[in-house]
């Protein structure tokens, strides 16, 4: 059975750092897509990050470009999104989610996947970021 558990959420102050991990079970890793998605209050569902299933390609929103980093380790069947000068605005649950690689979600110039995209999905891990 294929499960996503996220980790490392929690409170930090406006330009800190956190680092979110996702633990995978139940699957190849390399066979799947992976993804971040955040909900923050009030708004829609956002992705805002994504890593191929080999891992050769990442795509970040632009609300996100440049401050966060997604990367997994296969072996340990982790994935990680490294997020630093956090801001207020990044306020969220954060959620990892997984699609079986065949489908290409996270090609070379294209956004990240939302929500609808994936077909598997952690229960999530809240960051608050005060200013």
């Known amino acids: 059975q294929l499960r996503l558990v996220e980790s490392g959420g929690g409170s930090v102050q406006s330009g800190g750092s956190l680092r979110l991990s996702c633990e995978a079970s139940?699957?190849?890793?390399?066979?799947?897509?992976m993804g971040w998605i955040r909900q923050a209050p009030g708004k829609e569902r956002e992705g805002i990050s994504c890593?191929?299933?080999?891992?050769?390609?990442?795509n970040y929103a632009d609300s996100v470009k440049g401050r966060f980093t997604v990367s997994k380790d296969s072996a340990k069947k982790m994935v990680y999104l490294e997020m630093n000068n956090l801001k207020p605005e990044d306020t969220a649950v954060y959620y990892c989610?997984?699609?079986?690689?065949?489908?290409?979600?996270?090609?070379?110039?294209?956004?990240?996947?939302?929500?609808?995209?994936?077909?598997?999905w952690g229960r999530g891990t809240q960051v608050t970021v005060s200013s």
């Open positions: 989610a997984a699609d079986f690689k065949s489908r290409g979600l996270c090609e070379p110039g294209l956004r990240p996947p939302g929500w609808d995209l994936y077909d598997h």
């Open positions: 139940g699957f190849v890793l390399d066979y799947y897509t």
């Open positions: 890593i191929s299933h080999i891992g050769s390609t990442t």
